[in-house]
């Protein structure tokens, strides 16, 4: 089972400021989508554990008296103060989960933001600024393969039309999930006018690798997001008897696609970056059959945009020269891309400044709904340390006294924005 951050430390910092909200939202929230034998979590969007998650939202919502609402593109708002004076603080993340993930990515910020609230009003601070808390929906594209599905359309990085085009593995469209789950998909798209109002975006989030751990330190401010992108290769070969076919005689594609991997991985290694085929799909799929069909996705992200391009240059040009070698056709598409975010550094310098002046920065190799609304909002980031280094698994740790951290820290930051 995933790990319990209440475990930690039953008598230290969770009992105090920061804490006790901490623990009761999330016991509340842990079991939702929690899968039995996996331990990890299945919350995909627009099904039942998704729904689940959005109910929890609300109730915190108005539990606390704020003003509850759901966007046109399924983002849920809470709202402290008035929602249309603009100017606004807003924090939050998303509550959904890749295939078998770990508790934290995502729920960590949405949980923090609520309890960083509770904080402020026991602080008894007095709010200048309008301040909201959200749920961005589909952030990790576990069902229709694309990430920030409900940032990018508010955004207007992602259209209707080709959101419309987006499909399942069982064939079901996003509209058609989203209508099922009971949203009006006519409405979806660019929302110009919530961006307006939102001054500032600051999203808490479990950190996706172990500086922080190396570090020492509990809590850091994101500096950068890393340009990433995702591809799709197709393998074409021939499909035949796997028992009665000669070695000499096929057209196999998963030795090009084996190939491909391996050539991700040296090239990726050679230039400092990260390259990962993590999703497969073969056909015909049978076990006594020499696939006709392989098709892989690649994963690649690196610091900037040359190395990226490097990478993936490199990538394709093995994958291309193993497919002539084994008389397979070859298909490369990019499905995704996003570019290098720089979080805007008068927001990062003034998050720090008010952390005490001595808070890590460091970059990181993972999207994020802030990386997405960057473009359009100022927007910042705070990591809580995972000892683990591990994330998108069950393993994802954070232990209670740094989640309390993360939730002091994001109420100090909160208080600095939205209270002067």
């Known amino acids: 089972m995933p790990p319990d951050p209440r475990a930690s430390n039953a008598d230290g910092p969770g009992n105090g400021p920061g804490g006790a909200g901490f623990h009761s939202m999330w016991a509340e929230l842990a079991p939702i989508g929690r899968h039995a034998e996996s331990g990890g979590y299945r919350r995909h969007a627009w099904t039942?554990?998704?729904?689940?998650?959005?109910?929890?939202?609300?109730?915190q919502a108005e539990a606390r008296g704020l003003t509850y609402e759901t966007d046109r593109n399924g983002n849920q708002w809470a709202w402290l103060g008035d929602p249309l004076a603009g100017d606004a603080v807003v924090t939050g993340s998303h509550l959904d989960s890749v295939p078998d993930g770990g508790a934290f990515d995502g729920p960590l910020g949405v949980v923090s933001s609520f309890a960083a609230l509770d904080e402020l009003r026991r602080r008894g601070a007095e709010f200048s600024r309008p301040l909201a808390?959200?749920?961005?929906?589909?952030?990790?594209?576990?069902?229709?393969?694309l990430a920030c599905v409900g940032s990018r359309l508010t955004a207007g990085q992602l259209t209707k039309e080709k959101a419309y085009e987006l499909r399942d593995a069982d064939g079901v469209s996003l509209p058609q999930a989203m209508e099922a789950a009971g949203y009006d998909p006519d409405a979806i798209g660019a929302d110009?006018?919530?961006?307006?109002?939102?001054?500032?975006?600051v999203e808490l989030h479990v950190e996706q690798g172990r500086a922080l751990d190396l570090s020492g330190d509990r809590v850091g401010i994101a500096?950068?997001?890393?340009?990433h992108g995702r591809w799709r290769f197709d393998?074409?070969?021939?499909?035949n008897h796997a028992g009665t076919t000669r070695l000499v005689d096929r057209r196999d594609p998963m030795l090009t696609y084996a190939a491909t991997?391996?050539?991700?991985?040296?090239?990726?290694?050679?230039?400092?970056?990260?390259?990962?085929?993590?999703?497969?799909?073969v056909e015909p799929n049978g076990v006594n059959a020499i696939p006709s069909l392989v098709r892989g996705?690649?994963?690649?992200?690196?610091?900037?945009?040359?190395?990226?391009?490097?990478?993936?240059?490199?990538?394709?040009?093995?994958?291309?020269?193993?497919?002539?070698?084994?008389?397979?056709?070859?298909?490369?598409?990019r499905e995704s891309f996003t570019p290098v975010v720089e979080f805007e550094h008068a927001l990062r310098d003034e998050m720090n400044r008010i952390l005490g002046g001595s808070v890590p920065v460091l970059g990181t190799g993972a999207g994020h709904d802030a990386g997405i609304l960057s473009a359009a909002v100022p927007t910042a980031m705070l990591f809580v340390r995972n000892p683990t280094g591990v994330s998108h698994s069950p393993r994802e740790f954070a232990a209670e006294d740094d989640c309390v951290a993360g939730v002091l820290a994001l109420a100090d930051v909160l208080e600095g924005l939205a209270c002067r």
């Open 48 to 59: 039942g554990a998704d729904a689940d998650c959005r109910t929890w939202f609300q109730a």
């Open 133 to 145: 808390i959200t749920n961005f929906g589909d952030e990790e594209g576990a069902r229709f393969g």
């Open 192 to 201: 110009p006018e919530r961006l307006a109002r939102i001054g500032a975006f």
């Open 223 to 227: 500096s950068a997001i890393w340009p």
């Open 235 to 239: 393998f074409r070969g021939e499909a």
């Open 261 to 281: 991997v391996l050539a991700a991985r040296t090239e990726a290694a050679l230039a400092g970056a990260v390259a990962t085929f993590g999703k497969i799909a």
């Open 297 to 333: 996705w690649l994963d690649s992200r690196a610091a900037d945009q040359a190395t990226l391009d490097t990478v993936v240059t490199a990538i394709e040009k093995a994958a291309r020269e193993h497919a002539d070698r084994d008389g397979i056709d070859l298909g490369i598409v």
